[in-house]
């Protein structure tokens, strides 16, 4: 597609439920990002992904959070046991290369744990 | 933890006016970049500077960055209701780390 892609574009879930998001960056961007985003603040690193590996994973706020990129494109966010203070956006970027930090992002997923 | 400062939180204008949003950091960026964000949409962007006292123009928009590369400063001369958004500044830290540390931004409303 021309743009990041992300699904599903709302998510509401119960308390320690399971949940994936996913991203689909822009086609040939090698790195991708995942930020998270709470309302009124800025978006927060969580992780960044040059092809499959995790290069930087410190923004993930505690072992619930795992994020994976088996074949270079498509991410899948995962978090276990959601907490309602897990609620945010969370946002995925993508970028052309390494070193390139001019990312385009889609447009969010909004997780709403009750 | 280097932190970016915007100020100020919110701006409502009317159609016209000029406003300057700014971002600061006591911190040394490699690069900042400048987005806008509209409801239920990602951060655009609109801008990168990378070397201190560089000024960039994107139409009516003027971006600067500090001689320090510390902060930052983005001009809007006759605003327009397109121009309503959140600003969000994001600086790439010293070292070329590959995450963008975000400002909280900077809510502009631009009543026709």
């Known amino acids: 597609g021309a743009g990041v892609s992300q699904t599903p574009s709302n998510k509401v879930t119960e308390k320690g439920k399971y949940v994936e998001l996913r991203c689909d960056p822009i086609?040939?961007?090698?790195?991708l990002y995942w930020y998270r985003q709470s309302l009124g603040q800025g978006p927060e690193f969580l992780i960044y992904?040059?092809?499959?590996?995790?290069?930087?994973d410190s923004g993930l706020p505690n072992d619930r959070f795992f994020a994976v990129r088996p074949e270079g494109s498509v991410s899948t966010l995962k978090i276990q046991r959601t907490e309602r203070g897990d609620s945010a956006v969370y946002l995925c970027?993508?970028?052309?290369?390494?070193?390139?930090?001019?990312?385009?992002f889609g447009q969010g997923t909004r997780l709403t744990v009750v | 933890t280097q932190l970016l400062e915007q100020s100020p939180q919110f701006l409502s204008i009317q159609e016209g006016e000029n406003l300057t949003v700014y971002c600061n950091s006591s911190s040394v960026f490699s690069s900042l970049q400048w987005y806008r964000q509209e409801p239920g949409e990602g951060p655009v962007l609109l801008v990168t500077v990378v070397t201190g006292g560089e000024v960039k123009k994107l139409k009516r928009l003027t971006f600067q960055f500090g001689d320090a590369r510390k902060d930052s400063s983005l001009h809007i001369t006759a605003a327009q209701p397109g121009d309503t958004g959140l600003y969000l500044c994001a600086g790439d830290p010293q070292g070329g780390s590959e995450k963008l540390v975000f400002g909280k931004g900077t809510k502009l409303t631009v009543n026709p």
């Open positions: 970027a993508s970028s052309f290369s390494r070193g390139n930090t001019e990312a385009f």
């Open positions: 992904f040059q092809g499959t590996g995790a290069a930087d």
């Open positions: 086609s040939g961007h090698t790195a």
